[in-house]
């Protein structure tokens, strides 16, 4: 597939990555836990290969 035809699915595939990162935020309690859980989506490794 070349980089103009999966480009569309990449952007969407993104959206749904950042979606679940916010809920997984969103259930810590603490700011300390969003922290710790910002950080480790941060540091993920799908985070990576979409950057």
Known sequence: MSGCAAQ???T???????????HHLAAAV?????????????RSSYTRAFN
């Open 8 to 10: 569309p699915q990449l």
């Open 30 to 42: 603490t700011p300390m836990g969003r922290a710790w859980r910002r950080r480790r989506i941060a």
């Open 12 to 22: 969407a595939v993104r959206f749904l990555f950042d979606r679940q990162a916010e």
